[in-house]
């Protein structure tokens, strides 16, 4: 083989090797496409995960009322754990706990999970949300079980909004709901429609009735008016 021909092939050869680690790249069960992770709160301590875990406030930034936690949390185990409480290490804040039904501590099932947030889920609500997260932060949160122990991650802080609406705290009551006419007393001719009472303006029963004898009577004695 000629010396151009043996340079040739060695210049082949380094290509394919340099080639060989970019094609790794994406494919195949080790592909490191397969290592990115999604940008949510999510980790595992012994046989609990937890995923998607966020702190959510009210719709408003200024708004006040409670925050909750939300996310799911998995069990592998062959044996039921509870959740015994969350807490948010820096804050003042307190979480209060409650099963989807009755009361109690959270049950996570063995081989099962829990769904934190939403109509008809276990829920974990901040009672002064203001005070313990902002909007954008991401807040440490402690998640302790009966087995496992202390489970800790950060999670976003979102508000109530979009993607998180289903799953946030109710709006706040406003003031008008909460230092309004006290009950029974509210202003005359309000929802008098409604209730099947004359509207304002139109003659009482008494007086239509009254209009009609004397309609009567005038026609019994042939008197005009």
């Known amino acids: 083989m000629s010396r151009s021909l043996r340079r040739g092939a060695l210049a082949a050869t380094a290509l394919v090797f340099s080639l060989a680690p970019l094609t790794a790249c994406g494919a195949g069960n080790n592909a490191q496409t397969l290592g990115v992770k999604p940008d949510n709160a999510a980790t595992s301590v012994d046989k609990i995960s937890l995923q998607n875990i966020t702190v959510v406030t009210q719709p408003k930034a200024d708004a006040e009322g409670p925050a909750v936690v939300t996310g799911t949390v ?41 769904q934190l947030g939403g109509t008809g889920n276990a829920s974990a609500m901040i009672e002064n949300g203001r005070e313990a997260a902002k909007n954008g932060d991401a807040q440490k949160v402690v998640f302790s079980f009966s087995k496992t122990g202390e489970v800790a991650l950060r999670a976003f802080v979102f508000p109530s909004d979009t993607y998180f609406k289903g799953v946030g705290p109710s709006s706040a009551p406003s003031a008008s709901a909460s230092g309004g006419t006290p009950s029974g007393s509210s202003s005359p001719g309000a929802g008098a429609g409604a209730a099947g009472q004359d509207a304002p303006g139109t003659p009482s029963g008494s007086a239509s009735n009254s209009a009609s004898a004397d309609a009567e009577t005038d026609a019994g004695t042939g008197t005009s008016h």
């Open 74 to 114: 998995f069990n592998s185990d062959t044996s039921a754990q509870t959740l015994d409480s969350v807490k948010l290490p820096g804050t003042n804040a307190t979480v209060k706990l409650a099963p989807a039904k009755g009361s109690g501590p959270i049950t996570v099932p063995a081989l099962g999970s829990v």
